[in-house]
């Protein structure tokens, strides 16, 4: 049977802004028609109601979401590096098969909860590489959320843990889950041999996928690039056969404006993190010369991608007064584009006939007059993730009155409260990881 979501108003389109008042017909997970509900459909009432797209995360670490509140007790880092060293990396290498599930389950609550339908996840576990993207891939896949996966490929581990991840992402790429794709997760240049480099190309090509990399995120790593390797960063992804329309370029702060043409003349995607690149104090993206081709991602800072379109807006007004309002509106929505090539489905990131069914039903007051031409000033200075009321993915409602409907959220946080306290002590044992740029301590 037919559902039909009645009565409300239908973002349909996010760049450019579309408006229509109609009801929304689905039927085998994709969007069957908008106008007058089907006679015999199931009924779902969003009468004073806006029914937008569902939001597409382009950067995300899920593992992130177990170390909220985590105790610290090393010298606090003086730089980007030392962040890495003595957080992340140990983080990493706490993981195990039950903390990496919690922490899945808890970070895609976050992202569903706050209207996010696919999350293109970048994950690392050192100690537990085998079937890590399996885990993830089913934990995403019991709450009903989309995602392109992969495993982050580094040196730094050593060769042995290079070549685990390496086997991780071929095996998950020919694994078949239905709501889950994979790509080729690599580290970044600072921490790749070029013969690492070059097999996450090869696996990747001959996958027929691309790689998803972090890129320049911090000035080490073009440093590293141009002592050890002679070029900088991006030249270095080109080389090695990394840098096509199939990749995505995590970060890219500190690319000049070379490398900015480079990166365009590819086709890849470029996902912007503002609020990590805040966070973390590493410089600001050249988002504005980097143009059409940038997405938007959290970084692992929380999920919710109402909040990160925001911050990304106010972040590039604040350099230039030349940013329009419709601007992080298109870079959600070629981030919703990057994923619908993932999956075969161009049309992901727009509510019309054919598209899948990824959607989410706001109730939102709108207290002033909403129409196209204004309804990027509504998603900045009034949307949030407070109005989601029901996320749809793939046809399917995943979130209900603002609970998901196949998990218990209470025994989800539990769980992931149980798993953190696990993963903290293990992490306490940890010394500060000894790789840096230029291969070693």
Request: with cysteine.
């Amino acid at each position: 049977m037919s559902i039909a979501l009645t009565g409300g108003t239908v973002l349909t389109s996010l760049d450019p802004p579309s408006l229509v008042v109609a009801d929304v017909a689905i039927e085998d997970g994709a969007v069957t028609s908008l106008g007058r509900a089907p006679h015999g459909a199931n009924r779902i009432d969003c009468t004073g109601c806006l029914i937008v797209p569902g939001n597409v995360n382009a950067h995300m670490h899920l593992y992130s979401a177990l170390s909220r509140g985590m105790p610290y007790r090393l010298d606090p880092p003086n730089d980007f590096v030392q962040i890495l060293q003595r957080v992340w990396w140990r983080l990493d290498r706490a993981l195990d098969a039950g903390s990496i599930r919690a922490s899945a389950l808890a970070g895609g609550m976050d992202a569903v909860l706050t209207g996010t339908t696919t999350l293109v996840d970048h994950h690392a576990s050192p100690d537990a590489v085998d079937g890590s993207l399996d885990v993830i891939a089913q934990a995403l896949g019991d709450i009903g959320l989309r995602s392109v996966l992969c495993y982050e490929v580094t040196d730094r581990d050593g060769p042995e843990r290079a070549a685990a991840g390496l086997e991780e992402n071929r095996r998950f790429l020919k694994a078949g889950w239905p709501l889950a794709r994979g790509m080729v997760g690599a580290h970044a240049s600072f921490t790749l041999s070029d013969e690492t480099l070059g097999a996450c190309a090869e696996v990747a090509r001959d996958a027929g996928v691309g790689v998803h990399i972090h890129v320049a995120e911090d000035a080490a790593d073009q440093r590293d690039a141009e002592v050890r390797f002679g070029s900088r960063v991006v030249p270095r992804l080109a080389r090695t056969g990394v840098l096509n329309g199939s990749a995505l370029l995590a970060h890219c702060v500190h690319v000049d404006a070379e490398e900015i043409d480079t990166i365009g003349d590819a086709g890849a995607t470029v996902a912007h993190n503002p609020r990590s690149n805040m966070n973390n104090s590493v410089g600001r993206a050249p988002v504005g010369a980097l143009g059409d081709v940038v997405a938007l991602g959290t970084d692992g800072i929380g999920a919710d991608m109402f909040a990160e379109s925001a911050t990304s807006y106010w972040r590039r007004r604040e350099e230039s007064l030349d940013a329009p309002v419709t601007w992080p509106l298109a870079r959600l929505a070629r981030g919703a584009a990057f994923a619908g090539r993932a999956f075969g489905q161009p049309a992901l990131g727009r509510i019309e006939p054919g598209a899948p069914a990824d959607l989410v039903v706001l109730e939102y007051p709108d207290v002033t007059p909403l129409d196209g031409p204004n309804v990027a000033g509504h998603w900045l200075f009034g949307m949030g993730s407070h109005h989601v009321r029901d996320v749809m993915v793939a046809g399917e409602m995943v979130v209900a009155d603002r609970l998901l409907t196949r998990l218990d959220q209470d025994e989800v946080a539990a769980k992931a409260r149980e798993q953190a306290e696990r993963l903290w002590r293990r992490i306490d044992e940890l010394p500060a990881h000894p790789f840096g740029p230029g291969g070693g301590s």
